[in-house]
Nanobody, 124 residues
Framework: QVQLVESGGGLVQTGDSLKLSCQVS????????MGWFRQAPGKEREFVAV????????SYSPSVKGRFIVSRDNAKNTVYLQMDSLKPEDTAVYYC?????????????????WGQGTQVTVSS
């Protein structure tokens, strides 16, 4: 089995930065692409960013492109999401997710494993 644990969330002000981490444990060799998603109250879970297994390919939601950077350290089995220039509309629970199959997908249903989420709140 695979376990994903997010950390790094918190309460910040508009324009601040946060760096989220996602520690992967268990059968880590089965994981390829890793994604970040978020869910605000009353809204559906939405794609934020994805990184391929080697880290050579990344993709971002238009709403965060240019402000967020996804990266991974496979030696540490950890994926990161650097979030800069945060806005109140970035407020949500952020989840990391892992895929057993290749391909940097952007749909939640394409992911096999999920973390418990970490709250990010951006005040205006």
């Amino acid at each position: 089995q695979v376990q994903l644990v997010e950390s790094g969330g918190g309460l910040v002000q508009t324009g601040d930065s946060l760096k989220l981490s996602c520690q992967v444990s268990g059968r880590t060799f089965s994981i390829t692409a890793m994604g970040w998603f978020r869910q605000a109250p009353g809204k559906e879970r939405e794609f934020v960013a994805v990184i391929s297994g080697t880290g050579s390919t990344t993709s971002y939601s238009p709403s965060v492109k240019g402000r967020f950077i996804v990266s991974r350290d496979n030696a540490k089995n950890t994926v990161y999401l650097q979030m800069d220039s945060l806005k109140p509309e970035d407020t949500a629970v952020y989840y990391c997710a892992g895929r057993n199959s290749a391909g940097a997908r952007t749909t939640p249903g394409d992911y096999d494993f999920w973390g418990q989420g970490t709250q990010v709140t951006v005040s205006s």
